[in-house]
């Protein structure tokens, strides 16, 4: 099982990021997938879930607006689209699966770091 992050990095306030999730050893689409973020000195904190099939997403509200969660279960990827970006914005994104039906199952990335700093 591998959940592999990427598309993190520095940007401005007001700038976008573009955060994939590449998935692999499990079956993808039977999994509610989901974005956390760690901030220094901070709890990892649920940002965005989307339900196996795409049909119904939610959000934090500091997020809400600004952020889009999305998923290809043909590539077996999510995404997270980041507009409008903020300082308080910056942490460290993790990807999380989280098997939908049956026993409890879930996975993480190892995360990938985003910054937004002038």
Request: charged content about 20%; glycine content about 12%; aromatic content about 10%.
């Amino acid at each position: 099982v591998d959940l592999v992050e990427s598309g993190g990095g520095l940007v401005q306030p007001g700038g976008s990021l573009r955060l994939s999730c590449a998935a692999s050893g499990f079956t993808f689409s039977s999994f509610v997938m989901s974005w956390y973020r760690q901030a220094p000195g901070k709890e990892r904190e649920l940002v965005a879930t989307i339900t196996s099939a795409g049909g119904s997403t939610n959000y934090a509200d500091s997020v809400k607006g600004r952020f889009t969660i999305s998923r290809d279960n043909a590539k077996n990827t999510m995404y997270l689209q980041m507009n409008s970006l903020k300082p308080e914005d910056t942490a460290v994104y993790y990807c999380n699966a989280l098997r939908e039906r049956g026993a409890s199952l879930r996975y993480w990335g190892q995360g990938t770091q985003v910054t937004v700093s002038s």
